[in-house]
């Protein structure tokens, strides 16, 4: 766990916005009955709370804020903001398989809709703790996958279902905002501008 980091109190008056590198393992809440890490161990700004949810065994960027307004732009589906993806899979995925992935794979709950897939070069995200799992004798690759919708353990069930399980994956943008150069534990502030119509990534 990274040291704690103290916030001043943002000198606009205005709604604040963090970006928030969730590590591995850890909620996206402030309490936990059972003991599992949340997000109190890493942020100590009032009043804040997590504008969507990115799951327990993803990592990636999480936005925090403490506006109702602003956790209902970025969070609720009918906005269809842009949320972009780095999925390590099981194996190398052939052509059809993302073509598949762009115009929607059959789900439990009803098809997905379409999404950009695409192959890409091994990011430099450095290894994870806990490892991944990796079987001997079989490749992984990544893929950057962008969607506009939100449903349960999205990603992994999409790629699943195109025959190549996730064994790690990293939200690296929401809308606008990218996860740079922030490393796991690790937030910063951003100005709480209302979304525009177009502004989000892709």
């Known amino acids: 766990m990274r040291p704690r980091r103290e916030a001043k109190p943002d000198p606009r008056g205005g709604a604040r916005l963090l970006l928030f590198h969730k590590p591995y393992g850890v909620l996206c809440q402030f309490t936990d009955s059972a003991g599992r ?6 942020i100590t700004v009032p009043g804040v709370y997590a504008a969507g949810r990115l799951d327990f065994d993803s990592e990636g960027l999480l936005l ?20 972009v993806y780095w999925a390590q899979v099981e194996g190398i995925p052939e052509a059809d398989a993302l ?44 893929l950057e996958i962008t969607l506009r919708e939100g449903r349960n353990r999205q990603v992994r069930r999409m790629t699943a279902a ?9 939200r690296v943008a929401v809308g606008p905002w990218e996860l740079g150069k922030l490393r ?19």
């Open 184 to 202: 796991p534990g690790e937030w910063r502030e951003m100005r709480a501008d209302r979304l525009e119509s177009g502004a989000t990534r892709a």
């Open 162 to 170: 195109v025959g190549y399980p996730t064994l790690r994956l990293i």
């Open 37 to 42: 890490p949340t997000l109190a161990q890493y």
């Open 99 to 142: 073509r598949r992935l762009e115009r929607g794979v059959a789900l439990s709950d009803g098809p997905a809709a379409p999404a950009r897939a695409r192959l890409i070069e091994e990011p430099n995200v450095g290894p994870r703790t806990p490892p991944i799992r990796e079987r001997r004798h079989i490749p992984t690759s990544w």
């Open 64 to 83: 925090l804020t403490d506006s109702g307004r602003l956790q209902d732009e970025i969070a609720d589906p009918r906005h269809k903001i842009a949320k």
